[in-house]
Every structure is written in C-alpha cells, then in structure tokens.
C-alpha cells in the first residue's frame, strides 16, 4: 500500500509569493491533517480536513489555508509568504474506525519551503 | 500554553544502554498517549502508543509507561542502537469526537556507538 505522498518535496519562493503544496493521503484514509514544523517550535498544528470539511484549525492566519477533494486528496496555500514560514509541512493521514477509537496519523515526508 | 511538554530537548546514551524519554501532560481530558519517531529530512513515523486504561505498553525493545496520577508517560528503549538516533515526539489525544492530536516539542536521542 503506497504511503503519504508530498508534492513538491523542496520549494524556494520569496516574500509576498503565495505557495499551494499537495498531499495524498493513503488509500482509503479519509482524514488529512497539515503540520508546520520548524526548529524549537516542534509540530504545529494547522488544520484538518475530513470529507472535504474543514474538522479542526489550529492557530495560524488566514494566510494559511488549505482544501480537500473528493478523492480525500488536500492541498494547502499560503499567500503573502513571510520570511517566517520557511518550515517543513508535513501532511499526515488517518483512518477513521467507528467507536471513537483513536488511530495513530501517518506522515507524508513533507514539503521542505524555503521563503527567501 | 504547553498541553503536552518534553522538558529534555535533547538526550545522549551509550549503545547498549537504556535510554529514557519523558512527557508531560496537563490536560487530564487526554485518554491515547503515542510516540512517534522523526528522522531528518522524514516525516515522523509512529512507533508506540498506550491507552489511559493501561500504565505499560511493550513492543520489542520499545516499552511506554504511563502513570496518570502524575501525568507522565516515559518511552524507554532497552538496548539502545546507533539507528535509534532521532528526535521522538509525544503526543496525546483527548477523549470525545474531536481528538486532534496535541504534540511536544520533540527530545533529540543521540545514541553513541
């Protein structure tokens, strides 16, 4: 079973350019979570998509946003981009199973953005 | 506010030795407690968990405890290998429908030949 994929896996913008990065969750995982991570802040949590609804947002800005399609395939975007976000964003997905159980999420290898 | 803290930023074990992760939690909502393992350059892949109706949890070399009187949970790795050279990141989840996953700030092993 293919995992988590990230595309693209490295990217150079520059301030002010807006980015949309794309993950595809592992078949059948219907629940795509975004993540920022940068040295000493550890994961971030942006937001959760789950049937193309957003479920849960963390506390970024509205310049962050992101999507899901139909075929649980999500994108995020982020506009005006700031020195600050150079980070990776790591995508991860999960399946949900019926009784509130917990499932563990599964990692994409992120997408390496560098705002120069 | 820090949910779920690793205080030890970073971590230095001789090969063959036990090496001892530690976690932190305030919220007592918190019922699924896992362990992720991050390499450079890797998305953080899952290594252990532990539900709050249990205080041990062993897989292989990898046993998590959890004592909830303290809100602690450690990872400990018995024997120690050069490969288990990685930044470990906590989390937790909180009981009910929303269980979005609180992390730390991760604690880096370095394990030394």
């Known amino acids: 079973k293919a995992g988590v994929t990230q595309t693209p896996r490295y990217l150079i913008k520059t301030r002010g350019q807006q980015v949309t990065l794309s993950c595809s969750p592992i078949s059948g995982h219907r629940s795509v979570s975004w993540y920022q991570q940068t040295p000493g802040q550890g994961l971030q949590f942006l937001f959760e998509?789950?049937?193309?609804?957003?479920?849960n947002k963390g506390n970024f800005p509205g310049r962050f946003s992101g999507r899901q399609f139909s075929n649980s395939r999500s994108e995020m975007n982020v506009s005006t981009l700031e020195l600050g976000d150079s980070a990776l964003y790591l995508c991860?997905?999960?399946?949900?199973?019926?009784?509130?159980?917990?499932?563990?999420?599964?990692f994409g290898p992120g997408t390496r953005l560098t705002v120069l | 506010d820090q949910q779920v803290k690793q205080n030890s930023p970073s971590l230095s074990v001789q090969e063959g030795r036990i090496s001892i992760l530690n976690c932190d939690y305030t919220n007592s909502m918190f019922d699924y407690f896992l362990w992720y393992k991050k390499y450079p350059a890797e998305g953080p892949t899952f290594l252990i968990s532990?539900?709050?109706i249990k205080d041990k949890n062993e897989d292989g070399r990898f046993t998590v405890f959890l004592n909830k009187s303290a809100k602690h949970l450690s990872l400990h790795i018995v024997p120690s290998q050069p490969g288990d050279s990685a930044v470990y990141f906590c989390a937790a989840a909180p009981a009910g429908n929303n269980r979005k996953l609180i992390w730390g700030l991760g604690t880096s092993l370095a394990v030394n030949p």
């Open positions: 998509y789950f049937s193309e609804t957003q479920r």
């Open positions: 991860a997905s999960t399946r949900l199973v019926a009784g509130g159980q917990f499932n563990e999420q599964f």
């Open positions: 532990i539900s709050s």
